[in-house]
């Protein structure tokens, strides 16, 4: 496991649930790439309703016609790892959204097996 304290980089990707790349959603190539570098972890967030660039709501309200709903991929790791994945984004996320902010990380454990 990677430790992980103090000062840290917080990578957000929002991207659509229906976004692919090669046939495979975007959102589970975005965290099986961020596993493959090693990065601290990963996690994917379906959020209920949404709009982004396009100007177009994206909504799970019964009766709505929408879906794509809105997905946000959270990756917390050191500014040098965080950077250097970013480059991988530049060919997965065709629409949407990538941010990077500072975080300070105050506790990192994982599960004991």
């Not at 996690?43 to 709009?51: A, D, H, L, T, W």
Request: charged content about 25%.
């Amino acid at each position: 496991m990677n430790s992980l304290a103090g000062p840290a980089k917080r990578l957000t990707i929002f991207v659509g649930e229906d976004d692919r790349f090669h046939h495979r959603p975007v959102y589970a190539e975005i965290v099986h790439r961020a596993h493959q570098a090693g990065l601290a972890g990963a996690s994917v967030f379906r959020g209920i309703e949404g709009y982004g660039a396009s100007r177009h709501v994206h909504t799970s309200r019964f009766l709505s016609l929408s879906e794509n709903l809105p997905l946000a991929i959270v990756i917390v790791d050191t500014e040098e790892r965080i950077e250097a994945f970013l480059p991988q984004l530049d060919e997965l996320v065709t629409a949407g959204l990538v941010m990077v902010d500072d975080v300070r990380v105050v506790r990192y454990v994982g599960r004991q097996r």
